[in-house]
């Protein structure tokens, strides 16, 4: 059962990258079979500076070692060590549909918001196509905002494969986690980088203690008794960072009065800090070692051709390219 994803490297992870994407992932790391990559070639469509690709591919890199993939557990790699994917997006490209693509729900909310579409953006479902089927995957952990792009690549295997031979590309499972987690951000909505709302997994201590003391509650005093405790932002953090008694208990404490926001904020931020400190140390030897961390991608890169390079020639083969 091979697991393939990959993560665009187009900003700095959060809390919500982490508990949405990144710790299940990792998880699914002990089956075995895990293939994951730094999309380079789809951040192209939507960043233009070449510094800052690096910086956030590097730092992707950094994150996901440093929160606990194991690169002998999985292939780690970054997408653009592999060109072939590229030749391969233009093979499955010519049996697309342009009506599939103008349907795709990311390209209409990137017309939508006015961003004026490029010929990238628009075969940004086949390059993603491309890159799942390449490495004959069985399931795609994301969440349900890709859920359409998977069925695409669906569509696209099982036509690619009808017109040129069965067995020619694996067709992906669907299977998409509803219970994908959704983290609140700082002002209630969900974290996302787009509504600058987000928490970073790693960062500059005072500017973080700094946003979540910066949350902004109600304006009840400490002594209130707040019947809604439950749905309080700090609690719902608290979740993710405390034991399930140890948030419990700062629950009861609200709902019954007596705790002050203050408090509660101060709370959040150290079991915050102190969840991610194992991460935070793993991540600083892996900065001084960066020849090591070039490694891990090169000999994933390594590993993920080896795969990537029998696809390409069944898919040549099939469509009598060769
Ligand atoms: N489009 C995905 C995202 O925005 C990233 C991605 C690129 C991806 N290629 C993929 C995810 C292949 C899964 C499989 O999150």
């Not at 070449?50 to 194991?70: F, H, S, V």
């Not at 909310?109 to 490029?118: Q, S, T, V, Y």
């Not at 405390?242 to 709902?255: F, G, I, N």
Request: aromatic share 10%.
């Amino acid at each position: 059962m091979r697991v393939l994803t990959g993560i665009t490297p187009s900003g700095t992870l959060h809390i919500g990258n982490y508990f949405g994407a990144m710790r299940p992932a990792i998880e699914l790391q002990a089956g075995g079979d895990a293939y994951y990559f730094i999309a380079d070639y789809h951040s192209l469509t939507v960043i233009t500076d070449p510094a800052e690709r690096r910086g956030y591919t590097q730092g992707i890199a950094l994150d996901w070692l440093a929160c606990g993939l194991d690169p002998a557990k999985s292939v780690f790699w970054r997408q653009s060590d592999i060109p072939e994917v590229c030749e391969l997006t233009w093979l499955i490209g010519s049996l697309t549909p342009m009506g599939l693509l103008e349907r795709a729900h990311s390209y209409k909310d990137k017309l939508a918001k006015g961003i004026a579409p490029n010929f990238g953006l628009f075969a940004y479902p086949v390059l993603m196509a491309a890159d799942i089927l390449l490495y004959d995957t069985n399931v795609v952990p994301v969440g349900k905002d890709q859920k359409q792009h998977l069925e695409m690549t669906r569509d696209i295997a099982i036509k690619f494969n009808l017109t040129y031979g069965e067995g020619t590309f694996v067709v992906p499972e669907e299977r998409i986690s509803e219970s994908v987690a959704v983290i609140p951000g700082l002002d209630g909505q969900k974290m996302s980088k787009s509504y600058g709302n987000t928490i970073e997994i790693f960062g500059d201590e005072k500017v973080l203690r700094k946003k979540i003391m910066g949350i902004v509650m109600d304006s009840r005093t400490p002594q209130e008794p707040k019947p809604d405790a439950d749905k309080n932002l700090a609690i719902q953090l608290l979740r993710f960072f405390a034991q399930a008694d140890v948030a419990a208990d700062y629950e009861s404490r609200l709902r019954a009065g007596g705790l002050g926001y203050g408090d509660l904020k101060k709370t959040l931020f150290e079991h915050y800090w102190n969840f991610f400190a194992p991460y935070r140390a793993r991540r600083a030897e892996l900065v001084a070692n960066p020849d090591y961390v070039e490694k891990v991608l090169h000999d994933g890169a390594e590993r993920a051709r080896a795969v990537a390079a029998k696809t390409m020639a069944r898919a040549r083969q099939a469509c009598g390219l060769r």
